[in-house]
């Protein structure tokens, strides 16, 4: 069964469970927090220069997930630890760096961190690797719950903007979900020179005004992932941050509400055919307070038919 998604939230589509800035009550609270967690970076990489990797290992949290730029997960602290000591026997000598680009706080105790990691052979070579991480906090400790490589910076920089939206080119086209407590239609087309996508959505529900919801996504050279904008008739504004794996998309969302309340929600996207997807919100929060997750089942509209000509020719 179901659960549908209220009209609360950014009308409701989107679980628009923003945020960015619930935090806002102690203003001193993020920058602290940013600066613990760069300095927390500047001894992970220490550690692991040392091959210490227990220590390294602190800087994970013990249900942390590492994927990397092939799709392949590794799930667990040990299991992470045990994959780094079994890499740098062929790593010997390597040195690696770590530098952060951005830092953005999602909630009080959740943070988004974009960066690129550059591992050094001995003879001067060097290759860089753009990642993402989601970090939380814990009795006052950040650490690592989810880092996703996201391929080789020149890899990024040698790829045009379609062909890094391209893995999302099966959303072009006209969706749809109804049932008896209302309806969504969302379309999707390419921006110009397919260099970004724009989805656009109507919600209607009984005795209620339609709202709409508009959405833009675009590939973002500096952090080295997708990103989106998302704006709603109400007034309602958002964006998100895109990780993929495999045939499902995680984006880590933050913005605020009509009513200036701020939270933040995980959208899942999950390809299921060509006909269908999966969209999920979880881990929604407004003003830091938790709120149920939801599901949506889309299907692809059937194409338009010509109107059938009649009469004599």
Same mark, same amino acid.
């Given at each position: ?5 209220p ?8 679980g ?6 619930a935090? %806002? ?9 940013? %600066? ?21 290992g ?9 994927i ?5 997960a ?10 780094f ?5 062929a ?18 105790d ?18 860089k690797?753009?990642f993402?991480a989601?970090l939380v906090k ?7 719950n989810?880092?996703q ?15 890094r ?17 209302g309806?969504?239609?969302?379309t ?14 109507t ?12 959405q ?20 309602g ?33 999950t390809?299921?055919d060509?006909d ?5 919100a ?9 709120i ?5 089942t ?7 038919t ?7 020719h």
């Amino acid at each position: 069964m179901r659960t549908r998604l209220p009209l609360l939230s950014l009308a409701g589509l989107f679980g628009l469970c923003l945020a960015g800035s619930a935090f %806002a009550q102690n203003a001193k609270t993020p920058a602290d927090d940013e %600066a613990t967690i760069r300095k927390g970076v500047e001894d992970y990489a220490a550690a692991y220069n040392k091959g210490n990797f227990d220590a390294a290992g602190k800087h994970w949290s013990a249900d942390a997930e590492y994927i990397n730029d092939e799709g392949k997960a590794t799930k667990g602290r040990d299991a992470i630890v045990g994959l780094f000591k079994k890499g740098r026997v062929a790593t010997k000598g390597y040195t690696l760096k770590v530098d952060v680009q951005s830092v953005r706080m999602l909630r009080p105790d959740v943070a988004l961190e974009d960066g690129t990691v550059t591992l050094t052979a001995p003879d001067g070579t060097a290759d860089k690797t753009r990642f993402s991480a989601v970090l939380v906090k814990a009795e006052g400790n950040w650490q690592m719950n989810r880092v996703q490589d996201v391929g080789s910076v020149a890899e990024s920089e040698e790829t045009t903007p379609y062909a890094r939206l391209k893995q999302l080119e099966w959303l072009v086209g006209k969706w749809a979900d109804e049932d008896k407590q209302g309806s969504i239609h969302m379309t999707c087309r390419w921006g110009m020179g397919k260099t970004y996508l724009i989805q656009e959505y109507t919600i209607k529900r009984p005795n209620q005004d339609p709202v709409e919801i508009e959405q833009r996504v675009a590939w973002d050279p500096i952090n080295g992932h997708l990103r989106s904008w998302i704006f709603d008739s109400k007034g309602g504004f958002s964006e998100g941050t895109w990780q993929r794996t495999g045939n499902q998309w995680d984006v880590a969302v933050s913005g605020v509400l009509p009513d200036a309340r701020t939270a933040t929600a995980r959208q899942i996207w999950t390809f299921v055919d060509d006909d269908h997807f999966k969209w999920q919100a979880v881990d929604r929060s407004i003003d830091s307070k938790p709120i149920a997750d939801s599901l949506t089942t889309f299907r692809r509209a059937a194409p338009e038919t010509a109107a059938t000509e009649t009469g004599s020719h």
